[in-house]
Nanobody, 129 residues
Framework: QVQLVESGGGSVQAGGSLRLSCVGS???????????MAWFRQVPGKEREGVAH????????YAVDSVKGRFTISRDNAKNTLYLQMNTLKPEDTAMYYC???????????????????WGKGTLVTISS
């Protein structure tokens, strides 16, 4: 069974940076490098939204305009690890951040939570003004 474990969340002031990591395990039948990986975030009372995703070959897409130029998604296939570098953080970035994996080949152009097969439990990011 695929498992995803996020880390790196925390509380920082606006303008600061955080780097989230997501370590995966249990990729017995399909190599990690073939998974579409994504970061989602959710604020209480709101729907979970896709933030960014990355294909096995490193192709990336950012779903949220407000994070473009500030967030960078990357992956290390040798370490089964997904990253999200978040710079110039804003209070509106406060959310629970989730790592997710999709085994079905390439990432959809617009990624939704129902597109993903496996989820981590999340890591909380809190940005104070």
């Amino acid at each position: 069974q695929v498992q995803l474990v996020e880390s790196g969340g925390g509380s920082v002031q606006a303008g600061g940076s955080l780097r989230l990591s997501c370590v995966g395990s249990g990729f017995k039948y399909i190599a990690y490098s073939r998974y579409c990986m994504a970061w989602f975030r959710q604020v209480p009372g709101k729907e979970r939204e896709g933030v960014a995703h990355i294909e096995g070959d490193g192709t990336t897409r950012y779903a949220v305009d407000s994070v473009k130029g500030r967030f960078t998604i990357s992956r290390d296939n040798a370490k089964n690890t997904l990253y999200l570098q978040m710079n110039t953080l804003k209070p509106e970035d406060t959310a629970m951040y989730y790592c997710a994996a999709r085994a079905s080949g390439n990432c959809p152009g617009v990624i939704r939570d129902y597109d993903m097969d496996y989820w981590g439990k999340g890591t909380l990011v809190t940005i104070s003004s």
